[in-house]
């Protein structure tokens, strides 16, 4: 087990509450017989996580944007990411429907996590690739973006992959398309621009650092 959790105290901190995250997410779920299939790359991506964590150095800035996109894909996991209620949270905390006010005829949450998945980690992929490939910040950065595009498009690939073979009768709701034909390359572009945000907003502060030195 020690040598799945990270050796900083405050990594340490952050993972065990998210595998208490992650366990009280799996209490009785409303899709029991997806949930597996919607935690397998959770559970590689923890392990993988824990495992790295001891052998590279990871900033905290970096391991904190990890453990955030956990988080979020871990509850959009327990709800099948279309079935999501923040519609019914909205009207029972603030008395608004969301979807109403911003006129929404699908479940946005899928969207917001691809967007979500470039926004938080490009920084933790340009930070490895510039630290132990030794690439420059630039390269780093560019290969980062390449890293979110490659892999939110074989995601995407392999995610349809296990809906036809293992849930073909719940396709649509497993890959969370929600009618939308063109749904897949929509979340790619999502995760490519968040990578962009994220990426630029770096570079802008490291600019404006060397500028006040």
């Given at each position: 087990m020690?040598k799945i959790?990270?050796?900083d105290q405050y990594?340490k901190v952050?993972?065990?509450?998210?595998?208490?995250?992650f366990?009280?997410?799996c209490i009785s779920?409303?899709y029991?017989q997806?949930l597996?299939?919607?935690?397998?790359?959770?559970?590689?991506?923890a392990?993988?996580?824990g495992?790295?964590?001891n052998?590279?150095?990871i900033?905290r800035?970096?391991?904190s944007l990890?453990?955030l996109?956990l988080?979020?894909?871990t509850f959009?996991a327990?709800?099948?990411?279309?079935?999501v209620p923040?519609?019914?949270?909205?009207?029972?905390?603030?008395g608004?429907n969301v979807?109403e006010?911003?006129?929404?005829?699908?479940?946005?949450?899928?969207?917001?996590v691809h967007?979500?998945y470039?926004?938080?980690?490009a920084?933790?992929?340009q930070?490895?690739?510039?630290?132990?490939?030794?690439?420059?910040k630039?390269?780093?950065s560019?290969?980062?973006l390449?890293f979110?595009?490659?892999?939110?498009?074989?995601y995407?690939?392999?995610?349809?992959?296990?809906?036809?073979?293992?849930?073909?009768?719940w396709?649509?709701q497993?890959?969370?398309?929600?009618g939308?034909i063109?749904?897949?390359?929509?979340?790619?572009a999502?995760?490519?621009?968040?990578?962009?945000?994220?990426?630029s907003?770096v570079?802008?502060?490291?600019?404006?650092?060397?500028?006040?030195r």
């Amino acid at each position: 087990m020690s040598k799945i959790l990270p050796a900083d105290q405050y990594q340490k901190v952050l993972f065990l509450f998210y595998l208490v995250f992650f366990a009280g997410s799996c209490i009785s779920p409303p899709y029991l017989q997806f949930l597996l299939m919607q935690h397998v790359p959770t559970v590689l991506a923890a392990l993988l996580l824990g495992y790295v964590s001891n052998r590279f150095v990871i900033s905290r800035f970096s391991f904190s944007l990890i453990i955030l996109f956990l988080c979020l894909h871990t509850f959009g996991a327990r709800y099948l990411y279309s079935y999501v209620p923040y519609d019914a949270w909205s009207e029972n905390l603030l008395g608004i429907n969301v979807s109403e006010v911003f006129g929404f005829h699908r479940n946005h949450y899928d969207r917001v996590v691809h967007l979500s998945y470039g926004l938080l980690l490009a920084i933790p992929v340009q930070e490895f690739e510039h630290r132990y490939l030794g690439l420059s910040k630039v390269l780093s950065s560019l290969f980062a973006l390449e890293f979110i595009i490659a892999t939110s498009a074989s995601y995407e690939m392999i995610e349809w992959l296990v809906a036809v073979v293992f849930t073909p009768d719940w396709a649509d709701q497993f890959l969370g398309q929600q009618g939308d034909i063109f749904d897949a390359q929509k979340d790619m572009a999502l995760a490519t621009t968040g990578a962009i945000i994220s990426i630029s907003v770096v570079a802008l502060i490291d600019r404006l650092c060397m500028k006040a030195r």
